[in-house]
């Protein structure tokens, strides 16, 4: 018998905020255990949270970006739970009335576009965070994540693969950075995901008994994880066994998911508006002002750059990928004026020497530097293999391309009469395979460029010896 998956992701974003969504408490990550916290987030008797009203524009942003249904009334409520990270006993999220609803992301795979449609997107507060004694019996409880503002994101269970579930996410994390409301790190905990797994017979409309994998925080490892479960799932029904319904965890170092606990319904969790918070209303006014306020998204951005600089799909889709680089991208045209050669050496050059996007901002070479660099080889003064050597050069010194470029003697040499003469020499010195090239053998050409390059060590314009020698051997 055959097996599909059938999955859907929760994806929890932290809103990047300076302070929590009903405290005033520092967001900022890294700070000392336990430092960021008041008795708001503590949860300590006769505290009233507020809401923080950026978390609210924040919210309505990113639910825009993803096509959700807006409801300019909602309300907020206690999902009740103990936890030792939990100080309050539970946690203040929205259940019946979340702000908006529906949505969907298109997303790319085998060649073609695919929907995924939203559930729905909601507000909510972080818990705090265990830490594990690994050389002891002891766990500690840190509470600086204890409410931080998230939004859940929420899709319908029609992610069909593990490799559509990690560009769902990529999709999700790189619109949330295009709009500024999320800065996507994953290592920190600011973007992470709940992955929901069942397997059915392909082609049954039954959903099979879902496990969820909690708190998966890198594309590598939401992969591996719901490949895991996937192959897990299939075992047990095909040894006529049943899959529980559960929560589970991943072990990055061993590659396997592990029960956790049974997995909660959500009568189990008590819901019921939280007496503290009164429902939040929005004005369609405000709602329309976000919407004008947001910046070109993933795919608008894709669109215009093969319609206005004339590149591939497949360019486009990679300058467009992070704001970061398509921001780089379009600031080095600025210098030069050449969509496909700047998009060649981005993809190649820079994006080799970049571990994450958000080293664009502190790489060496500057969009204004590198359209210099190509300016250089387009005037002939250097060659595109040159070009390559002062690159690495540049990202070491962090020097300009005409400063090392002079520093070294690298100037290409495109005298036409100094060429003339190297190749007039070299001519000269092989009748032997000048015959044998007129006779036909025309890969003798390459010969006679590698002669006339170490010749000059390197600093001939090939275009200019290829012109020569063409002539010289067709007289």
């Not at 990550?29 to 987030?41: K, Q, T």
Request: net charge negative; charged share 30%; aromatic share 8%.
């Amino acid at each position: 018998m055959e097996f599909e998956p059938v999955i859907g992701l929760e994806v929890h974003a932290q809103l990047k905020t300076k302070s929590k969504i009903f405290s005033p408490e520092s967001t900022e990550f890294g700070g000392s255990p336990n430092s960021h916290v008041s008795p708001i987030c503590l949860g300590l008797p006769g505290v009233l949270p507020v809401l923080n009203k950026e978390v609210l524009e924040y919210a309505f942003k990113a639910a825009i970006a993803l096509n959700c249904e807006l409801h300019p009334r909602s309300r907020f409520a206690r999902k009740n739970y103990f936890y030792p990270d939990l100080p309050k006993g539970y946690q203040i999220s929205q259940f019946e009335e979340p702000f908006s609803t529906g949505g969907w992301v298109d997303i790319g795979t085998n060649g073609s576009t695919k929907r995924i449609n939203l559930t729905r997107i909601h507000m909510e507060e972080d818990a705090g965070k265990l830490v594990h004694d690994n050389h002891g019996n002891s766990s500690f409880v840190d509470l600086n994540r204890a409410g931080v503002p998230l939004v859940e994101i929420v899709s319908e269970p029609e992610i069909t693969s593990a490799e559509e579930a990690v560009e769902y996410m990529k999709k999700v994390r790189s619109i949330l950075r295009y709009i500024g409301v999320c800065d996507g790190n994953m290592e920190e905990g600011s973007l992470r995901c709940d992955a929901n797994v069942s397997v059915r017979p392909k082609g049954s409309d039954k959903l099979g008994t879902k496990a969820e994998i909690k708190n998966v925080n890198s594309f590598r490892y939401v992969q591996k994880a719901i490949e895991f479960e996937i192959k897990r799932q299939i075992m047990l029904v095909e040894n006529g066994e049943e899959v529980v319904q559960e929560t589970r965890l991943f072990d990055s170092n061993k590659g396997v998911t592990f029960s956790m606990r049974s997995k909660e319904e959500a009568h189990d969790y008590r819901y019921f508006p939280d007496p503290d918070l009164l429902p939040v209303v929005i004005e369609q006014e405000q709602i329309e002002e976000l919407r004008l306020s947001l910046p070109e998204l993933p795919d608008q951005k894709l669109a215009r750059f093969k319609d206005e600089y004339g590149l591939p799909e497949y360019d486009s889709s990679v300058l467009t990928a992070t704001i970061e680089i398509a921001n780089y991208f379009e600031s080095c045209l600025k210098k030069h004026n050449n969509p496909k050669t700047v998009s060649n050496w981005i993809m190649t050059e820079v994006l080799r020497e970049i571990k994450d996007e958000d080293d664009i901002e502190s790489f060496p070479i500057t969009p204004d530097k590198l359209g210099e660099l190509l300016n250089l080889i387009e005037g002939g003064t250097i060659s595109g293999k040159m070009a390559k050597e002062v690159f690495e050069e540049m990202v070491s010194s962090g020097k300009a391309a005409e400063e090392i470029v002079q520093e070294k003697g690298m100037t290409q040499i495109s005298d036409q009469s100094e060429l003339e003469n190297i190749v007039s020499q070299i001519l000269n010195a092989h009748p032997d395979e000048i015959e044998r090239y007129k006779a036909g053998d025309q890969k003798l050409m390459g010969f006679f460029v590698g002669q006339a390059m170490k010749e000059t060590k390197g600093k001939a314009n090939p275009k200019v010896v290829n012109e020569i020698l063409r002539k010289a051997l067709s007289d």
